[in-house]
């Protein structure tokens, strides 16, 4: 089979076989990564989950990472991360849940638009949010609203190994009728004997288990300190803050795992910048303030696309016509002209010209 | 004829920058979906042609089988090369962000390697069109095309060498990346090529080995048959290509200009500059496509980064407004145009078709000068 595949791809220089059986039909690809959705529901109202299978490129994922997703509006490409709900041994699906956020292009654009047997673009799994092996014996996952995917997805996964240690399961959401995955959780309770699920409701003061946002006493309640606990955080950057500064209280830090989406710490050197950014669709002109480019496109008046300014969706990735930018995460040079750079997390290095 | 800075005033020339930039904007803000959905389109018919062609040759012991086969193998490459490869990585849909169609990414079915092209066409030609001395595709460093580069012995050949490079026209877009004119006057050292001759190798390799090598071994017995088809597809795509192209530029009646008076050009003076340079040729929908577009020359380099399908669509208005300004909008059928290119191409084999005084229109007359109204 490699020798036929090696083949093909002479034949097929210089476009490659992937251009020829896409269009055969688009998940034949052998090299790209793509998934067909196979099932779609809406558990909210703001809220829709989908399952996709995707293309035989795809290598599986670890419980807690993300994918990025990209998908196809007014003929632009727009990519977002998002972290499968799934377990990570469900090697031929994966499930996400996304929720629309009213300014957001993609969100709304998958909440209103995604059916069965659309084709989107998926990347190799990425991040660093996952469980340790051997399983720890206590975990407490926490998260808001639909923040709840990574650490499902870790639930799930540790209910498919047949895990049998403690585990703390505490979700907030807005009200009753925001809780997502409710069944789920209740069926994997039923699988885990170890497990206990705490919902708890930020805007409604009955029912469920908590009431109101995260607290001290929200925590003592249902998830005490107890040696070699680790926690796991995925939720609204409140709710980050929140159990942040509880677990520093308690002197616990080292025992929080997050995934916050949150920027990294960037290195800018915002004394020694010198010369001038052009941006040459716009003809906008602005002194280099030794910020990322996003930023100082925003300031000159542009508005480039974007997703996390952080350096991990590639949304922002804009051609440099000439100059040199610096690479603010990896530290690393770019001199060539005419090359694709990351505007969030590029800082120039004297004059440059981007094509925004 | 007028020069380049004395036809418009310093303030007419903004103003009709100022016109070109709104009708760039307006064709910016409106490209979606339905030009996604029309390149490919191109794509898919390409793709389909390719592989009939290819899978004709298989029973190329059958004339008519054989003749079909390098006609669509020969529709493809043109396909290909002129309204996917050069519109691609030109960036006119490096705005979808899709990388099967980036201009970065984007590698065409031709021995020319898409990065070394890239840099010597969308940089130095867009940029310095029409130039002398500047803008290498003026003669492509081996022929006299303008009546401003000085004769030489050499250039008696000139005829000659038009059509060795209209045969092997992919062989002389890959070799003109080579600067090899440059180096020969000491310019740039043969050492500084060497990641351009590596790219060159690489690529022609893999065009030779599919073209000349595996299609033919893989049709057995047809192999020579099929290797002759495939030939006779580069040769027809080679031919197109030239006649295409040098009818954008190289018409009697369209300007060449000095590197002095481009000197700190506006945005107004290059817009102007490019309609001067630029040649259009008239024809159908079909005929359109098959160039790329290119037959809207006028267009692509006053918009080189918008999708080639717009330019029809701006034609009319752009015509009209050189129309107003009283400013020349060179266009005529392809015969016409290349009858025009033919011409200058022999006349300036000759030492006595130079510039003494005038420029070469005075020379050449303005009788195919198609009026902008």
Redesign the interface.
Known sequence: MPRIAA?AE??L???GAD??LE?IHPMLVRREIRGVVTSVRRQTADTVTFTVRPSRAWRGFTAGQYVRITV?I??????RCYSPASSQHRRDELEFTVKADPSGLVSRHLHERITEGAVLGLSEPDGAFTLPRPRPGRLVLISGGSGITPVLSMLRTLADEGHRGEIVFLHYANTADDVLYRDELADLARRLPGLRVVLGYTHQDSGGDLHGFCTAEHLDAVAPDRAGTLTYLCGPPGLLTAVRALTEHRGTSERLRTEDFAPPSLELDTTNATGTVRFAHS?REIANSGRPLLEQAEEAGLSPEHGCRMGICFSC?T?KARGCVRNALSGELSHD????IQLCISVPVGDVEI?A | MTGLQDRLTPEQVEEFGREMDAIRQRIVAD???????YIQNV??AQ??LE?AGRGLLFAGFFPPAWIAGVGALSLSKILDNMEIGHNVMH?QY?????P?L???RF???TVAPAENW??SH??IHHTYTNILDKDRDIGYGVLRMDPDQRWHPYYLGNPVYAALLAVFFQWGVMLHDLEFDRIVKGERSWASTKEVRARMVR?AA??V??DYA??PL?TGPLAPLTLLGNATANLTRNLWAFAIIFCGHFPADVESFTEEETENET?GQWYLRQILGSANITGGPLFHILTGNLSHQIEHHLFPDIPARRYPQIAGEVRAICAKYGLPYHTGPLHRQLFSVARKIVKLALPWNGRPSERESATLGGGERAAAA
């Open positions: 083949l002479a034949l220089t210089p476009h251009r020829y269009l196809d007014d003929g632009v490409r727009r990519t003809g990735t051609v002209d005419d090359e694709e094509n | 490209l979606g979906a339905e030009d996604v959905q794509i898919k793709r389909a592989v960036g490096d705005w979808t962000r899709d099967a980036s201009s970065r590698e065409w079915d890239r840099h969308n940089y690529k893999r065009q080995g599919k595996l299609f893989l945005r």
